[in-house]
């Protein structure tokens, strides 16, 4: 796996791929999140290559994900958003619940 800050692409080449896959992604300056998507990148990069644990746990970044997600959401909509229904989807997911969710 191969990830080149400079020009946004994920390069994944697994056991007998001939040819690797490439992800390429843009860049909106105003999602940026202040820069935390930068900073996050680099701390799982530095992670997948054994350089240092990453510094939160699984939980908590998908719980940082959602709140992220539902805060962009408000802010494209400009307005309050209710988001209990997806901490409790979320909530039951851990233990082991699925519960359909609205979108």
Do not use: N
Not at 36 to 59: K, N, W
Not at 79 to 87: K, R, Y
């Amino acid at each position: 796996m191969l990830l080149d800050f400079g020009t946004l692409t994920l390069t994944v080449a697994r056991d007998g791929d001939v040819e690797p896959e490439r992800i390429s992604w843009k860049v909106d300056e105003e999602k940026m999140h202040g820069g935390a998507d930068h900073a996050m990148a680099e701390d799982l990069l530095a992670a997948l290559r054994g350089e240092r644990e990453y510094p939160v746990t699984a939980r908590e970044s998908l719980e940082a994900g959602l709140t992220i997600m539902m805060i962009d959401r408000a802010m494209e909509t400009k307005s309050v958003l209710d988001c209990s229904e997806t901490w409790q989807a979320f909530d039951a997911a851990l233990a082991g619940e699925m519960q359909p969710v609205r979108a």
